[in-house]
């Protein structure tokens, strides 16, 4: 099992940044965050495997940026430029059976509660 804790999210106005931090409890392979807004699908933002290969929606590319210390087992997404459409719940997710990445949330087997983050025009 892997145990995946969020934290980081908040409110801001549009233009500015947050940064998610996800801690994971065990090993993982990939690891990735996904949104949902309300009344809207869950939606891939960005992964990235063990090695730092990335994947991005179009939506957020060139303005947020995944990371991953794999020293500290910690997933991280840096949000800047910030649009009240990115106003959602965001979702660490973890799969540890795939050495590659993809931002399908059919592809994550573990879960963590969501962080919002809402975005003010």
């Known amino acids: 099992q892997v145990q995946l804790v969020e934290s980081g999210g908040g409110s801001v106005q549009a233009g500015g940044s947050l940064r998610l931090s996800c801690a994971a409890s065990?090993?993982?392979?990939?690891m990735g965050w996904f949104r949902q807004a309300p009344g809207k699908e869950r939606e891939g933002v960005a992964s990235?495997?063990?090695?730092?290969?990335?994947i991005y929606a179009d939506s957020v590319r060139g303005r947020f940026t995944i990371s991953k210390d794999n020293t500290k087992n910690t997933l991280y997404l840096q949000m800047n430029s910030l649009k009240p459409e990115d106003t959602a719940m965001y979702y660490c997710?973890?799969?540890?059976?795939?050495?590659?990445?993809?931002?399908?949330?059919?592809?994550?087997?573990?879960w963590g509660q969501g962080t919002q983050v809402t975005v003010s025009s």
């Open positions: 997710a973890a799969d540890r059976a795939n050495s590659w990445c993809s931002i399908g949330s059919g592809f994550f087997s573990y």
């Open positions: 065990g090993y993982t392979l990939c």
């Open positions: 990235i495997t063990n090695a730092g290969t990335t």
